[in-house]
């Protein structure tokens, strides 16, 4: 059974700093990511990672954000620094074969950044 176990949400002031992690079970995936979910609207894309290292970007968090993986210990990463309130949202890990599709999704975590 896949599973992914986010942690590293919290609240923080804008300017701060908040590392997430995601720790996946059952499976290993050749993409992984991080996607967010903001009140009342859509679920966006953050960033995503392949096993080999590829990344891409939101343009909104491009230069703040960094994604990176342990392979071996099956986890993804998510370093967000230069938070501002429109970060605000619940993020959630995602696990794929592509770039297109992410057929496995945490329970998400929430960050809240304050003004």
């Known amino acids: 059974q896949v599973q992914l176990v986010e942690s590293g949400g919290g609240l923080v002031q804008a300017g701060g700093s908040l590392r997430l992690s995601c720790a996946a079970s059952?499976?290993?995936?050749?993409?992984m990511g991080w996607y967010r979910q903001a009140p009342g609207k859509q679920r966006e894309l953050v960033a995503l990672i392949s096993r080999l290292g590829s990344t891409d970007y939101a343009e909104s968090v491009k230069g703040r954000f960094t994604i990176s993986r342990d392979n071996a210990k099956n986890t993804v990463y998510l370093q967000m620094n230069s938070l501002k309130p429109d970060d605000t949202a619940v993020y959630y890990c995602s696990a794929g074969d592509s770039f297109s599709s992410s057929n496995y999704w945490g329970q998400g975590t929430q960050v809240t950044v304050s003004s």
């Open positions: 059952g499976s290993t995936f050749r993409v």
